[in-house]
């Protein structure tokens, strides 16, 4: 009689092994190169903006195609993955914005920057999904949130190191070399990912012609484990078929997905607001240009270290709580930043605690957003999570061009700034209540009887 292998089971009873750690490993290095490439222009704005005469606020237009670009790549990768497998999406998005962040050198107008940015957003915005939904896959239920948080911490480190390169090679070599590294490391680990990234093994196991694949990498997950030959490969969750963009809102998701949305969209609102012009700003109130961009690595640091803080308290108290406190956190600290100027004793601890809140918060979303929606529609659940959550960051990076080129007052535009925090800690706030009353649905809940069998979703 042909054995029935539960892949979720499989993963989840097993210690983490090399394969597993060298998959979120992976994932980490693209994430953490994709943050390089996103934060780059941000870092770069001051002495860029000086270089071709742009004024104040010019550059909001380039920021905001980047995010566009990262939208759309968000949205359409995230849900081409569920059909056509992770792996590939991430190798297609890293030489996307490997090749725009080369291609960003040779630009010479604010309509060059536009262009070539939106490209290159295209690639980072199509590497998150997969990279999430791939640690997700590989990780067992009893540390996939704090991996996940770890593997998407590279973000804030790929941008503070960025920071760190301006900081010491803009002076000497220009603007320029700091795109040039952007897209000459992810060239590099292409053909790495192509020899050791693997595939969703879920998603292998939907088409029963790849058991042979699942079988492999099962084995190189636990080298002991014996598989017998005609093993068959299932997975105890929900599986589904034809279009899955509305199956979102289906099987008690509905609300769960809006509120998610609306979280995202004001958490990364603030996100690429501070990102995108906090330099700038910083620069603007009397700091000099390397003290402005330490105050922006600061940010990255914050978000960094503040990432593992939180997945452990996840782990321990459970996201509502942990999200809730750090958003509040989160507002406090914007507001600060408002009113120190330029006093660094003051500024830079509320930068840190800025990037703990709002980059740590929003990792923590995404590991939120990967155990609520099931394996087959996990990349088109995260992908549309983070696409709405780019019109945000489109709106941010915008009204912070429009309120600098208005004149406002650095204090008035941060505290502006700070009430998405409010807002995100209102959502989860709604979505403890939806959990509480039973109407939140997990991937994590094992579901007999809706037993997914070996079939394309």
């Known amino acids: 009689m042909t054995q029935g292998i539960n892949l979720t089971r499989y993963v989840d009873e097993r210690p983490l092994s090399a394969f597993q750690i060298r998959v979120v490993c992976l994932c980490a290095l693209v994430v953490g190169l994709d ?3 996103a934060q780059a222009l941000g870092f770069v704005a001051p002495a860029l903006s000086k270089d071709l005469h742009l004024a104040p606020g010019a550059l909001g237009p ?17 849900a081409l993955a569920d059909y056509l497998g992770r792996k590939w999406l991430v190798i297609a998005g890293v030489l996307v914005f490997a090749l725009g962040s ?3 050198t040779q630009a010479t107008s604010v309509s060059d920057l536009v262009m070539i940015r939106f490209v290159t957003g295209i690639g980072l915005g199509g590497v998150l999904p997969n990279t999430i939904a791939l640690t997700g896959e590989y990780s067992p239920q009893r540390r996939r949130t704090l991996l996940i948080m770890l593997m998407f911490m590279t ?10 390169v301006a900081a010491r090679l803009i002076t000497a070599y220009g603007w320029q070399v700091i795109f040039l590294i952007g897209g000459a490391l992810p060239l590099i680990l292409c053909p790495i990912l192509i020899i050791w990234l693997p595939e969703s093994l879920s998603l292998l196991a939907l088409d029963t012609s790849k058991s042979d694949r699942v079988r492999t990498l099962l084995m190189r997950i636990d080298p002991s484990a014996m598989l017998p030959a005609d093993a068959r490969f299932t997975i105890v969750e929900e599986s589904g078929k034809g279009f899955l963009l509305p199956q979102l809102f289906t ?3 509905l609300l769960p997905t809006l509120l998610l949305w609306i979280m995202f969209f004001m958490n990364m609102m603030d996100i690429y607001f501070l990102n995108s012009w906090l330099p700038t700003l910083t620069h603007g109130v009397g700091l000099d240009v390397q003290a402005a961009i330490a105050v922006g690595i600061a940010f990255q640091l ?9 997945g452990l308290l996840i782990e321990r108290f459970g996201f509502d709580r942990v999200l809730f406190a750090t958003y509040v956190a989160g507002f406090l600290s914007i507001v600060t930043i408002g009113i120190a100027g330029a006093s660094l004793p003051i500024l830079v601890p509320a930068v840190f605690i800025a990037g703990v809140a709002v980059i740590g918060g929003q990792i923590g979303c ?3 957003a990967a155990r609520i929606y099931p394996t087959y529609i996990r990349g088109t659940g995260i992908g549309w999570a983070l696409g709405i959550g780019r019109f945000g960051s489109i709106l941010g990076v915008t009204l912070g ?3 600098l080129a208005a004149h406002w007052d650095v204090a008035a535009l941060f505290q502006a700034s700070a009430v998405p925090q409010l807002c995100s800690a209102l959502v989860i706030l709604g979505l403890a209540l939806l959990g509480m009353r039973g109407r939140l649905p997990s991937s994590d809940d094992a579901q007999p009887g809706v037993l997914s069998t070996p079939e394309r979703a």
């Open 35 to 37: 943050g390089f490439d």
């Open 155 to 164: 973000v804030s480190l790929g941008s503070a190191i960025g920071g760190a």
């Open 302 to 310: 914050g978000g960094m270290l503040g990432t593992i803080g939180l």
């Open 102 to 104: 080369l291609a960003t």
């Open 366 to 368: 995404n590991a939120y």
């Open 251 to 253: 099987k008690r998701r």
């Open 62 to 78: 380039v920021f905001g195609a980047s995010l566009f670009g990262v939208m759309i790549g968000s949205l359409v990768f995230g």
């Open 401 to 403: 061009g429009l309120m």
